[in-house]
């Protein structure tokens, strides 16, 4: 339902409680089953090689294809675009689009590797390039390539910027992902992931949802990814990229960054046969009171499964994932 506005014909009108309870406002269904909307402006930050054009890319190659983004969330079958407006990065770009979308031999992706501002050029290109081709994801990789030179109030500014491609995801019926980084000096700061982006507070506040990526370990190939919106559930779970077929899959949700090294250094020690608190407290080398809390949580987040009183043995789906890390590592 349409609300009044303020223009030059029409007087600001208030809107009564029993009006607005009436009202039914269009739903926003998802585009990826529980991580994008279908239509809004999602900004994906992570640190400067954490693999957010990979991931990013991922997410494109369902929605051309229709196949499960990470083997797990299932897409809406349509088009997508990507915009490398970073020029320093498109022939990594190229040959991460060759591995994402390996085996895929014709599908509607298309791809932009032009710098330009925002404001003005960019944005008419890419609501020409949207319209045309009818994408329902569009990727912009990454801020810091598209912004306008600063202002003096850039704060307004740079909400003004994510206000544009919000209003534009509304306009064209389709998902905006916007990729940024973090910001240096506030890298592993706090319990909120998501007050470590670039820039300003506006950065954060103009979009429709927030996505962080973080590496678990610098050396190790898993990632964790921690997301919330106005129109989806909170969401925050593991993936990696499997050693021998290079492709992304998803390894677990809440919990499993917190307890998956562990898990693994006790599936590595007892892969088969029962788990008790006896045996893991010894593998980790803790108390039997620790290792049985451990096996609690565990049993809670899916890692394990119980078989009788205080007796556990791995899950299905975290076997499956860690025989595709460590056999595809040796």
Same mark, same amino acid.
């Given at each position: ?33 529980? #991580?994008?909307?279908?239509? &809004? ?5 992570? /640190? ?11 997410? !494109? ?8 983004? %990470?083997?797990? @969330? ?34 509607? @992706? ?9 404001? &003005? ?6 609501? +020409? ?5 009818? *994408?329902?994801? *569009?990727?912009?990789? !990454? #801020? ?21 491609? *919000? ?7 389709? !998902? ?7 910001? $240096? ?24 949802? %927030?996505?962080?990526?973080?590496? #678990? ?30 492709? #992304? ?7 499993? /960054?917190?307890? =998956? ?19 893991? *407290?010894?593998?980790?080398?803790? $108390?039997?009171? $620790? ?19 205080? +007796?556990?043995? =791995? +899950? ?15």
């Amino acid at each position: 339902m349409a609300i009044a506005t303020n223009t030059v014909d029409t007087k600001p009108r208030w809107i009564s409680g029993k009006e607005l309870a009436a009202m039914k406002p269009a739903s926003r269904d998802a585009l990826i089953e529980n #991580l994008l909307p279908e239509q &809004g402006l999602i900004l994906l930050s992570a /640190d400067p090689k954490a693999g957010k054009s990979t991931f990013a890319l991922e997410l !494109c190659r369902a929605i051309c294809t229709g196949e499960p983004a %990470l083997e797990h @969330f299932q897409p809406k079958q349509g088009a997508a675009l990507y915009w490398m407006a970073d020029d320093t990065a498109q022939a990594r770009f190229v040959r991460n689009y060759q591995e994402v979308f390996a085996g895929v031999e014709d599908s509607p @992706f298309e791809s932009l590797l032009a710098r330009m501002p925002l404001c &003005g050029e960019g944005a008419l290109e890419l609501r +020409s390039a949207i319209a045309r081709s009818g *994408a329902k994801l *569009a990727v912009i990789d !990454c #801020l810091t390539s598209i912004r306008s030179e600063r202002e003096q109030d850039f704060v307004r500014q740079e909400y003004e910027e994510m206000r544009l491609l *919000a209003d534009l995801a509304a306009e064209q019926s389709c !998902c905006i992902l916007l990729l940024h980084h973090k910001a $240096t000096g506030k890298r592993n700061n706090g319990d909120n992931p998501f007050r470590l982006t670039a820039g300003s507070f506006a950065a954060s506040t103009g979009p429709d949802g %927030l996505m962080v990526l973080d590496w #678990l370990k610098a050396t190790r190939p898993e990632r964790f990814v921690t997301f919330v919106s106005r129109d989806l559930d909170p969401l925050s779970f593991l993936y990696a990229r499997d050693p021998q077929t290079r492709r #992304l899959f998803y390894i677990g949700g809440e919990g499993w /960054d917190e307890h =998956w090294d562990d898990a693994l250094r006790a599936y590595r020690a007892e892969r088969t046969g029962t788990l008790d608190s006896a045996v893991l *407290a010894t593998i980790l080398d803790a $108390t039997e009171r $620790t290792a049985r809390s451990r096996l609690a949580v565990w049993r809670t987040a899916g890692l394990v499964e119980e078989t009788g009183r205080h +007796s556990y043995v =791995w +899950s299905n789906q975290f076997m499956a994932a860690a025989e595709r890390l460590i056999g595809g590592a040796q």
